[in-house]
């Protein structure tokens, strides 16, 4: 709308210089008269263009306006995905971590139990020769061993 008026106002403006160029100049009037109507004519032409363009470049700028909506959409979709899968692999982190203290003290169990029975075995084997000194001495070795893996076996039942 405002690229109209001042279309309009510059058609106005170009009529009143030819106007007064062509009164001025002298001549017959009907010349001056279709030279003004001429520049009248290439001014109201050139308004039109420029309305055209105008037109052109409004309903550019909405389309580009409807685009730039739907990519702050996407955008805060994103972020908002990005934001959960974040939090999820927190999550999972944190699991992992646990599951994996929980392995390495399973392992430590483990390997507790696996060295009081050694003893215990190996103990039995000095009894069945009797040998009464070195199983007495193979079972004070791995006390230590058995009393924890006694422990383990009292919290697990």
Known sequence: MQALRKSAAVTWGILATIFVAA??????NIRRYSVLEARVVTAETQAAEQTAHVAGLTQQLQRL???LSGARAELTRTKRSLATSQSLLQDSASDTRAAHDAAEQQQRDLATLKACLSGAAQALQYLSVKDNYR???VMTSVDRECKEAQALMAINN
């Open 65 to 67: 306006r409807g685009q």
């Open 23 to 28: 009164t001025a100049v002298g001549g017959s």
């Open 135 to 137: 199983a007495l001495w």
